[in-house]
């Protein structure tokens, strides 16, 4: 399963920085100043995730436990939650987008939360 994260978190990499160019280069005339705020901001938080999954991707050889695994999917999903909805209503205005970019965010904040028990559980399983 790690080799998945550490597939994912790559792939999401090379996304980001594919999009990133084709942002700077292609979009930069075409979008208001406030979508390619919008649209930049998926990409950063998108190279932040991906980094995440990544060290999930190794994290979880040291803590292979469901709460690992669990942190991985929620922050697999978070990406394409708040990242491609901020990309797809920076290009598309498209208002019912909006409702979906939070709850990817909400995914993303519970990667996080579930890494942190999942680090805490392991650590409390070799401590008794």
């Known amino acids: 399963m790690k080799k998945n994260f550490l597939l994912h978190g790559a792939m999401f990499m090379a996304l980001a920085v ?14 208001t100043e406030k979508s390619m705020h919008l649209f930049n901001l998926g990409v950063n938080y998108q190279v932040y995730h991906a980094i995440g999954l990544l060290a999930i991707g190794i ?17 697999f999903t978070g990406i394409i939650g708040f990242s491609g909805g ?22 993303l904040i519970s990667s996080w939360v579930a890494l942190i028990l999942a680090i805490f559980t392991r650590q409390s399983e070799t401590n008794e």
């Open 59 to 75: 994290i979880f050889a040291q803590f292979p436990n469901k709460k690992t695994l669990t942190a991985g999917w929620l922050m």
């Open 86 to 107: 901020l990309y797809f209503y920076a290009i598309t205005q498209q208002e019912w987008v909006r409702s979906i970019i939070p709850v990817g965010g909400v995914l």
């Open 18 to 31: 594919a999009l990133g160019a084709v942002g700077s280069h292609a979009l930069a005339s075409k979008l």
